[in-house]
């Protein structure tokens, strides 16, 4: 959990700098599709441990696990802070504790709810008050940032309630295989190749998007859905409890500055899941 933290915490700060380089849509599909390629002799090694008629969860993993989030923060990253961004991701474990109750028949006790109640004013706080989205009017991208963490905490249920028993391997190589196709096809319509290669600081580009690519996207999610198969999908997506703290940390020595709304709401968001963790 802590590798976790430490890697998708600065997840954030790359995203920023690969949007100044890519556009939203370009970024995202350069991560998905780098990802298709270093996930397809993970798939082979695999291939006959996956079971191919769970398609629907599969094609869950690979949109809500991946694809709609990385683009959601790569749009909402053009003018939120990766510090802001790192925050509001500690959502996912009360929505993965709202979809899992209303969904996948997750029991849910008091602590929990009112864990969801403090969590959700942490998080408006940091969208109505931070001087970065409110004031500059911009609390529409961080709004995104929140839809972000609603997809992954679909994706978590699914992953813990449907595909149990598959191999996380499996799990993650599998999904992108089905998706493949559509994300290659996604870069070619972005112009993502003619930029890569024309752009001056192309190259500089899919290096950051590399590392999302192969340890925030591959490496991550094989172990993070360890974690979900040996723990609950609301355990898991508590990885997200550091993320803020990596996301600030890494912010700060990038040059953003850290104010005590930020500092305030993120404190309201951990006090939420401490509570709904109970």
Known sequence: MALLGLVWGASFLFIKRSVGIFTPLQMAMWRMVLATIIYLPV???????????????????????????N????????????????????LTPLFTLIIGASFFRMKVS???????????????????????????????????????????AINANAVGYYLQDQHPAAISSAAFMITGGFFIAGLVYSGGLTAAWQHPQGLEGLGY??????????????????????????????????????????GVMDGETITLIDIAGTLVILAGLYLARK
């Open 209 to 250: 998007v590399f590392y999302l690519s192969a340890l925030g996207t591959v490496g991550g999610s094989i172990l993070y859905f360890w974690l979900l198969q040996r723990n609950s999908p609301l355990f898991a997506t508590s990885v997200t409890y550091l993320l803020p703290v990596t996301a600030m940390l890494l």
């Open 43 to 69: 798939a082979v090694t695999y291939w006959s441990g996956i079971d191919w008629s769970r398609w629907r969860p599969l094609l869950i993993v690979a949109f809500c696990g991946s694809a709609l989030p």
């Open 110 to 152: 008091w602590s929990r709810f009112w864990g969801i109640v403090v969590g959700l004013s942490g998080a408006m706080a940091l969208i109505l008050f931070n001087s970065s989205t409110a004031v500059s009017g911009s609390a529409f991208f961080a709004f995104l940032c929140v839809l972000a963490t609603v997809c992954y």
């Open 71 to 90: 683009f959601f923060f790569a749009i909402a990253q053009q003018h939120v802070n990766s510090s802001l961004a790192g925050a509001l991701n500690a």
